[in-house]
């Protein structure tokens, strides 16, 4: 019942917001008590982070499959912006950085985020050790070259949206920020070759 009522809040919160949504909705649309939800989730904010995490380790599987899946580490690394902007597309409505600024979370949004940015230069890493194995890529410091580009990365991000973190990011932000990130990768692994 417990990864039902998450699958229905991150339905609801993916589509109407967060904040938008309230528990009665969720209860309805499983067809149960507000009381229900209740035992499971003392109130909808532990509710929200449940829905959080859930959205985060999907991301992480998706991740890792993309770059698993990957010929070259070029692919791999062009397969992680597009798994990351689709899921920032399709889970912006998360409200994921208004969790940032509520002060009863700050503890536990600044861990999430710190071991998001941790599994994810892992997961660069490994790309960038496989790209070395295979002969395409060379450096002698793989884990220092996988945190400078994720890094750069979020730069990126951060500096090609002049809005607060929390507002909404419009098309035309989202295809900026992906073109660069492109370019930048290309530009990372281009000088990581023989």
Not at 67 to 91: G, S, Y
Not at 93 to 117: G, I, P
Not at 175 to 188: C, G, H, N, S, T
Request: proline fraction near 1%; include cysteine.
């Amino acid at each position: 019942m417990r990864e039902r009522i998450i699958d229905a809040a991150l339905k609801r919160f993916t589509y109407y917001g967060a904040s938008k949504t309230t528990m009665s909705e969720i209860a309805e649309d499983l067809h149960c008590s507000k009381a229900s939800l209740y035992y499971y989730f003392p109130d909808k904010q532990a509710l929200h982070i449940a829905a959080l995490e859930k959205a985060g380790e999907t991301y992480f599987l998706d991740l890792r499959e993309k770059a698993n899946a990957a010929a070259t580490a070029r692919q791999a690394l062009m397969e992680l912006i597009a798994v990351r902007h689709e899921f920032a597309r399709r889970f912006c409505r998360l409200e994921l950085f208004k969790v940032l600024k509520d002060r009863q979370l700050v503890r536990f949004a600044h861990e999430a985020f710190e071991n998001a940015r941790e599994r994810e230069i892992k997961l660069i890493t490994d790309i960038i050790e496989k790209g070395a194995a295979r002969g395409e890529l060379v450096t002698a410091e793989p884990e220092k070259v996988a945190a400078l580009y994720m890094h750069a990365m979020i730069g990126l991000r951060l500096s090609l949206v002049n809005k607060d973190i929390s507002e909404e990011i419009s098309d035309a932000e989202f295809e900026r920020v992906r073109e660069w990130q492109v370019q930048l990768a290309d530009i990372f692994i281009n000088s990581l070759k023989k």
